[in-house]
């Protein structure tokens, strides 16, 4: 007998972000526009990953739609993080612009941030772990 019901999907929601380092020791943030809930706060581009897409092919999908660049990763920032809001988790990798300037297609706002700058932004909740990591990154590459 055949079972009416469609199996249930139970892969977890995986979001990806870049946090994208220039030559001059800067990270960029992008500060987000929607849903109200979080528009204001700061993080990293990126989004979910899709059905069948790959960490890396969703990195590099997001920061073509949000800001118009072509992006290589270059390694891990941190270990994956707990999203409370969407009972998933935060990847996020440090990447490098290789084609075209940042623009702000779907964000509110754009900073290039270096190490002494971080705080000066309100980063969404799951990514302060990673900011600290970052903060010491920025410092060796920055000079
Ligand atoms: N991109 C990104 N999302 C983050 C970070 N930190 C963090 O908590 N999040 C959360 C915010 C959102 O709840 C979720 C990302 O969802 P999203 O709505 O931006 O994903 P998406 O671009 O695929 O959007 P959609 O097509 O589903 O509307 O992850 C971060 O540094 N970067």
């Known amino acids: 007998m055949s079972n ?5 999907s139970s892969a977890p929601l995986i979001v990806v972000g870049a946090a ?9 943030a992008a500060q987000r526009a929607e849903p109200p809930a979080l528009a204001g706060c700061w993080e990293f581009p990126g989004g979910k990953v899709e059905p069948g897409e790959s960490d890396v092919s969703a990195i590099v999908r997001e920061c073509r739609e949000e800001l118009g660049v072509e992006v290589e990763l270059v390694e891990r920032l941190g270990p ?8 998933g988790v935060l990847r996020v990798w440090i990447a490098r612009l290789a084609e075209g300037e940042p623009t702000a ?6 900073r290039w941030l270096d190490a002494t700058e971080l705080d000066d932004v309100a980063w ?8 600290d990591e970052l903060r010491v990154r920025l410092a060796e590459w920055g000079g």
Do not use: S, Y
């Open 4 to 8: 009416p019901l469609p199996p249930v």
């Open 80 to 87: 994956d993080l707990p999203l409370q809001r969407d009972f």
């Open 105 to 110: 297609l779907e964000h509110a706002a754009l």
């Open 124 to 131: 969404l909740p799951a990514d302060a772990p990673l900011i």
């Open 20 to 28: 994208i380092v220039n030559d001059r020791g800067q990270v960029l």
